[in-house]
C-alpha cells in the first residue's frame, strides 16, 4: 500500500503534501502545465500532485475548483446582486431557469432573514453599464415571466479581494 493510498496515514504526515495544499489555496498557476509547476514547487511529480488532488477530492477537503475573474480589471464596473423574494415551492425551479440565463454569472439560493431580509434567491449580472445590466435584467423579467415577484437590485460599490478557501497557517506557504 503507497503512503497515498493508505487510509492510516494523515496528509499532514507529508511537508510536501502540506506545501502543495498550501500552494492551491493561492491557486493554479498560469501556465501551460499547472500541475507540473505546482510538482516542481513542492518537490513531487505530477502523478502524485494528481494523486493528492485526488484523494483530497474523496476526501471531501476540497469540494470543488473554480475560477475567480477580476472582472473590474476587465472594464466590468457595474455588477448587480439581484435578491428575490420568492415564494418556497418555486424558488429552485426558478433558481434553475435564472442560472440558464447567459446574463446570469452566478445564482443560489439563501435562507431569508425575517422580518428585515424577506430574500431567498440571488443572483448576479455583471455589466460594463448600470444601463446595460438593468435592460438584461428587465429582458430576463420579462422572458422567465417575473414582472409579479418582488426583488431589489444591488449595484456593488467596491471591490473587495476575491480569494478561494484557506486552509494552512500562511507559515506554510
Known sequence: MTPLSSP????HAYPASQRLRSLLEHGLPLTERPWQALAEQCGM?????????????GE?????????????????????????????????????RLAAEP??????????RLPDWPYNLFCM???????RVLGALDEIIERLGL????????????AYKQCGGRYTREEQS
Not at 446574463?103 to 431569508?112: D, K, S
Open 8 to 11: 492510516f496515514i494523515a496528509s
Open 147 to 158: 414582472q409579479a415577484i418582488p426583488h431589489r437590485v444591488l449595484f456593488s460599490l467596491k
Open 45 to 57: 511529480s505530477e502523478g502524485e500532485v494528481l494523486a493528492w488532488v485526488e484523494r483530497w477530492q
Open 125 to 131: 449580472i455583471h455589466g460594463t453599464r448600470r444601463d
Open 60 to 96: 471531501g477537503l476540497i469540494k470543488r475548483m473554480g475560477l475567480v475573474v477580476r472582472h473590474r480589471a476587465l472594464g466590468i464596473r457595474a455588477n448587480a446582486m439581484v435578491v428575490w423574494d420568492l415564494p418556497d415551492a418555486t424558488v429552485a425551479e426558478v433558481g434553475r
Open 103 to 112: 446574463a446570469v454569472t452566478l445564482c443560489y439560493r439563501r435562507p431569508r
